[in-house]
């Protein structure tokens, strides 16, 4: 009996060593399948919203997520995630895209600008987590209020009061700005595309995300093209993201954070939802909290 019980212990212990090792793989398999369909689609979320999914298979695997919004429709309106410089010499509290929206209780929200600090290595050793305080690159506007200073080397997109957006190369928004969120390049100005050699990263395919508007600054563009993710959406160049860009007819448009920051939420009746596939920790649909964000109220669609 001994020895058959010593033979049932080591099945046992076989059965439950492989159960371990094989559900982190059905776990981590799992969230490819929360990924949003290669599958092309239309679809208007507010009044004065509307979202499009574009799938491409050249010059790789690519999904384009791209969001319009029409600034003067009623019930539109803009929202930087507000900051509060503390004496430890830091801007804000870091939270994910879908907590800012569901705090603010917005219709639609993006991630906004590059910041510090920042530390990847494993799904549980990274900064920050939500709550953690960080910087923003750039200059930072959240309800009229200056909260990240403007910095010459990183231009910004600003609205005023009016809802009027402008993106301004030299980094300072006018004395009129409500909102305002940082970037790293312009990528469109006067409707051209700007030329630049781009190198190092921004020559290899990466997750981006860029805010654009037409001439009058009534209209914006909002676009996120997943990354990292093989055989489902490997990302862009600077230069291919440019032509895209070019593509909706833009007047003028910014490079925001990208990578692993790339994330797009919507509003429904049981919370934040979200329209692209982030990957943070090289896990999709895992958000990474963030500085700020580029948020919209608007309202419910006319039945």
């Given at each position: 009996m001994p020895a058959q019980r010593q033979i049932y212990l080591n099945r046992f212990l076989l059965f439950a060593g492989t159960g371990l090792l094989i559900l982190p793989l059905i776990l981590y398999g799992r969230l490819h399948f929360l990924r949003p369909p290669q599958i092309d689609k239309e679809q208007p979320l507010f009044q004065g919203i509307f979202?499009?999914?574009?799938?491409?298979?050249?010059?790789?695997?690519?999904?384009?997520?791209?969001?319009?919004?029409?600034?003067?429709?009623?019930?539109?309106?803009?929202?930087?995630t507000p900051g509060m410089p503390t004496p430890d010499d830091t801007e804000i509290n870091a939270r994910t895209t879908s907590e800012f929206l569901n705090e603010f209780k917005l219709q639609l929200a993006i991630n906004g600008s590059f910041f510090y600090?920042?530390?990847e290595q494993t799904p549980w050793d990274y900064y920050p987590h939500s709550g953690d305080r960080v910087n923003v690159v750039g200059q930072a506007i959240a309800n009229g209020r200056i909260y990240s200073k403007f910095e010459s080397k990183w231009p910004v997109v600003c609205f005023s009061s009016s809802?009027?957006?402008?993106?301004?190369?030299?980094?300072?928004?006018?004395?009129?700005?409500?909102?305002a969120v940082a970037g790293s390049e312009v990528?469109?100005?006067?409707?051209?595309?700007?030329?630049?050699?781009?190198?190092?990263?921004?020559?290899?395919?990466?997750?981006?995300?860029?805010?654009?508007?037409?001439?009058?600054g009534d209209k914006l563009w909002l676009i996120a093209v997943d990354g990292k993710q093989p055989l489902y959406s490997e990302g862009v160049t600077m230069a291919e993201l440019t032509k895209i860009v070019m593509e909706l007819g833009a007047y003028a448009a910014l490079n925001l954070d990208g990578g692993g920051s790339?994330?797009?939420?919507?509003?429904?009746?049981?919370g934040a939802s979200l329209?692209?596939?982030p990957i943070q920790?090289?896990?999709?649909?895992?958000?990474?909290?963030?500085?700020?964000?580029l948020g919209f109220y608007a309202l419910p669609l006319q039945r």
């Open positions: 979202y499009r999914r574009v799938v491409r298979s050249t010059p790789r695997p690519l999904m384009i997520h791209i969001v319009s919004v029409d600034l003067k429709t009623p019930g539109v309106k803009v929202l930087v600090l920042f530390r809802n009027i957006a402008q993106i301004f190369d030299s980094g300072s928004c006018p004395k009129d700005t409500f909102a990528l469109v100005a006067g409707g051209n595309g700007v030329s630049k050699n781009f190198n190092g990263n921004n020559n290899k395919p990466y997750p981006r995300v860029v805010v654009a508007t037409n001439k009058k790339t994330t797009l939420v919507m509003a429904t009746p049981s329209l692209n596939a920790t090289k896990l999709p649909m895992r958000e990474r909290p963030v500085a700020n964000h």
